[in-house]
């Protein structure tokens, strides 16, 4: 299809004269390949008119001169091998235009109409053939007669699939590569700044990865519980790096810790300073406990809400490894020192507190915990408030059996001693960085 039918807008496209009668057309007229715009010849020029005879008009020669011979109507022949002058007095005559080809409306099939109206047969057509203008074997349409044949660089290519013909680049002139050259190697290398961009990008990359993974690898390790050797090590230390009130708090709430499931509360009313472990046991008591060394031992002393009970709570710090804590609890266990009435703990009862009339004669309930896990014995001493003697004091573990009727079960002084006896094991414990415990049984 042509270019002007390409762009030609459809309002102004002239109507589509009716298709003249079909007649045989040649082998080239049937290719649809050759339906190119060809000039229209004009009008044949029309021969020149013939020249009349010269008639002389002079006057009449007198009788008996020579006749003069008549004017030759053509050049004598020229001698061979020159060239006759032109005559300037006649224009040459200019060549003959070629016919029309025989059955073929020149002026009406190459205008933008025809092939506007045509596209899609000559599409069809195309798309029905099986050999393109190059195929081997085939030769190629000849041009119409009385026209020069075309050069190969000159033809269009066919608009049509199926044609072998390579394809050029657009704008691409006759004798001239179909693609650019390529560019030298040393041009398509990057530059510097380019190589030092890459650089620095995968560096970022690397460093944020790094602190990313490094803060992961933090974390877990923090929130990892310590082994039990750390947890044993960092108990020794418990006594001065722990705040007193995280060990000792000034409130300590006990829900149905108390005999029938009561609620209990104990507030703090004094506190020993840290000291050695001389002249704050009983001498039998002292005894069954050297063999774990004693590095600190801290006291506090608690009153219940109601006023009628006192309470003593104590955490020696040992000396001694994992394996001499476990020593010294099986024997604690298998030989029942813990129920003993000879090795029950001594009371802290400072002047000027309630807690001042509270001795020996007092004592009323006790518990001593020898820990494993972390280099803490943790004991509890309980006793009226009102400074009456107890004559059978009972441990803190048959003062808490159901169906006990004692004195210290029923006033729920065992269950004092043992509830906060528990509850100063999970502080040290919690200290140390182990999971905290909130029952304790006595060894």
Known sequence: MSTDAEFADARHVPPIPPRPPRQPASAADQDPRTAVLRRVPGAPAAPPAPRAAHTPTGPTPPPGTPAVPPRPTAPPPAPPGTQPPPRPDRAPTPPAAPPPPAGRPAAFRDTAAFHLAHSQELWNAARGRTDGPDTPGREPAAAPA??????????????????????????????????????????????????????????????????????????????????????????????????????????????????????????????????????????????????????????????DATHSSLITVGAQTARTDPAGMMALNTRFSTKNLANRTDLMPLPYAPKGTPAEGFGRAQRASWTVRVLTDVPVIVYAVSGFADGRAVTEPQPAEAATRSGATTAPAESGLGHDAKDLADRVAADFRTAAGLPSQTTESSP
Request: contains cysteine; aromatic residues 6%; positive net charge.
């Open 146 to 303: 009385g026209e020069p044949p075309r050069p190969a660089a000159d033809r269009p290519a066919p608009p049509w699939p199926g044609s072998h013909l390579p394809p050029q680049r657009a704008g691409a002139r006759p004798g001239m590569p179909a693609t650019p050259p390529r560019r030298p190697a040393s041009a398509r290398r990057p530059g510097a700044r380019a190589l030092a961009a890459a650089a620095c990008l995968v560096l970022g990359i690397g460093l944020i990865g790094g602190a990313a993974a490094g803060s992961w690898l933090t974390d877990d390790s923090a929130d990892a519980p310590p082994s039990p050797q750390e947890a044993f090590t960092t108990g020794h230390d418990v006594w001065h790096s722990t705040p007193v009130d995280t060990l000792f708090p000034r409130t300590v709430n006990g829900l149905g810790v108390g005999p029938g499931g009561a609620d209990r509360t104990w507030t703090r009313i004094a506190v020993a300073p840290d000291s050695g472990c001389a002249d704050a046991y009983d001498p039998r008591l002292a005894q069954a406990l050297a063999t774990a060394g004693c590095a600190r031992l801290l006291r506090a002393t608690y009153v």
